[in-house]
């Protein structure tokens, strides 16, 4: 856990002491981190400082050292391709949010969709996506289907 705020030399630091701690701080060739501003930054204030500790320097091709998160990338690109239908998405996401949070209307719903649709009683309820986790908005609408006709209802 890393206090706020997040900045690049606030990242370094936490890093520094982290690699320190499990005496790896000289055995590390890479760290992967997304594409955020601060983690940049902070990769450039963890190289001065490992070439201020060791007196080593640093070739100026050093920036390998930061490699950029490929899950983070593909998490863009499918972000990217799902704002074409971010309407629908955002309204799913909200009927699922308003079924999760109340209990009375998920108690009022469930018959409803017991008497119309009686295999969906059996299923759990929508699951909610989660802005960081690049595979729950294909989960929540994966979820849903089986109830889209309910939620017309």
């Not at 992967?32 to 190289?47: E, G, H, P, R």
């Not at 972000?79 to 079924?99: F, H, P, S």
């Not at 109340?102 to 059996?122: E, T």
Request: charged fraction near 15%.
């Amino acid at each position: 856990m890393l206090p706020c705020p997040h900045t690049g030399e606030n990242i370094s630091s936490a890093l520094w002491k982290c690699l320190n701690d499990y005496q790896i701080i000289n055995r590390s060739l890479s760290i992967v981190l997304d594409n955020a501003a601060n983690n940049t930054t902070a990769i450039a204030f963890f190289s001065q400082k490992y070439v201020d500790t060791f007196n080593i320097p640093l070739p100026d091709q050093f920036n390998l050292f930061h490699i950029h998160s490929c899950t983070h990338i593909l998490n863009l690109i499918a972000k990217a391709g799902l704002e074409i239908i971010d309407g629908m998405i955002n309204t799913l996401r909200e009927t699922v949010k308003k079924l999760r949070a109340s209990p009375g209307l998920k108690q009022s719903f469930d018959p409803v969709v017991a008497s119309m649709f009686p295999d969906l009683i059996k299923l759990s309820q929508p699951s909610l996506d989660v802005a960081t986790r690049w595979n729950s908005t294909y989960l929540m609408i994966q979820s849903s289907l089986p109830y889209k006709n309910a939620f017309r209802t």
